[in-house]
């Protein structure tokens, strides 16, 4: 194009557009924050979440390169008397930057989202959820739409994007079985995150393995369990999906424990009873809002048989409050004059039918 052939209206029609295109850049930006800050967070600031306040610094630079797209538009569709003359597409440099406003509005609602999800749960102490899992489903988010926005530029161009997708797919599927065992263990990582069978900090028993501890840390792929014995015990998502869990500190970690215990044949049961009851009663660490029971459950070979139950704080406690109970138990008894049989058998021997 001869810029030397433009007459003095078209020029002025170009510094008019220009004109506008500026004023709008210029203006636009104020009345935008203005709309956003004053008149929007007005309404938001009385919300007990601060969601909306993320929603909007996500969206609000955006909205401002979308006015500035349509401003640039509305200028250069006033001068037709140039590009009637040039070999350019316009529509198809409006769909990119359209589409590229829309790529970046989609980005940052994903990033800026997940890191308010992230400190929300940091908040409410679900720390090993937002550390591991949220950044995880935050950049598989933004490779799925990265694919996505490359997809639709490229078919849009008219450019064949079937073997692209084909190669993505039979890609995942090779990927897929040869790393069945990782993807088993992120799966079930994923539901123990979600479901929350068990905590950080939480004691818990796994039956099959015959292992049991207190988590230390739940992984995406592994779940670590430090024994009492000062020993981690590093086990598969995929293994733990597959067993019986206790956890010994959920709904809460207040533990009732049993013994059996056996008097004499001759006992006042009543007796033996209250000497029981009293003496758990007395023991440091037994909770004292809770009941303490002395139920006799058996009549044994050698003894009456009484099952003693009694609550504790925690289930850490359990092996050191059988010692104390127990002792509890025979000092009480003994001092009550109550025998603790043992077992023992009675032959009798008639020496004058052997005799015969």
Known sequence: MNWSTLTQEQ??????SLLIFLSIAILGR?????????????????????FDDTLLEAVAPPFYWLTLVYAFKFSLNRLDF?????????????????????SVLAWRLISDLAKWYETQLAATKEIELGEQLMP???????????????????????????GFVATLGIGSLAIALA???TLSDTINGFVIMFDRPFRIGDRIEM???????????????????????NRMVIVPNSVIGKSLIVNHSYPDTQYRIQIHIGVAYGTDVEKAREVIVNAVRQVEGVLPDRPVEALFVEFGDSA???????????????RRMFDKVNTALY?????????IPFPHRVIIYNKDKFEE
């Open 11 to 16: 020029w002025i029609d170009i510094g008019i």
């Open 30 to 50: 104020w009345i935008i924050k203005f709309i956003f800050r004053r008149i929007i967070r007005r309404f938001t600031r009385h919300t007990k979440t601060t």
């Open 82 to 102: 140039i590009f009637d003359k040039l070999d350019f597409d316009l529509n198809a440099f409006y769909f990119v930057l359209f589409w590229l406003i829309f």
């Open 136 to 162: 995880f489903l935050r950049r598989l988010l933004l490779i799925i739409l990265t694919v996505i926005v490359a997809i639709i530029f490229l078919d849009y161009f008219s450019i064949e994007v079937g």
């Open 179 to 181: 790393a069945q065992a």
């Open 207 to 229: 039956q099959e393995l015959n292992t049991w501890g207190d988590v230390v840390d739940i992984g995406l792929r592994s779940t670590r369990i430090r024994t009492r014995d």
């Open 304 to 318: 009456l048989t009484f099952r003693v139950r009694w609550w504790l704080e925690t289930y850490v406690d359990t």
């Open 331 to 339: 000092k009480s008894l003994n001092e009550a004059g109550i025998e």
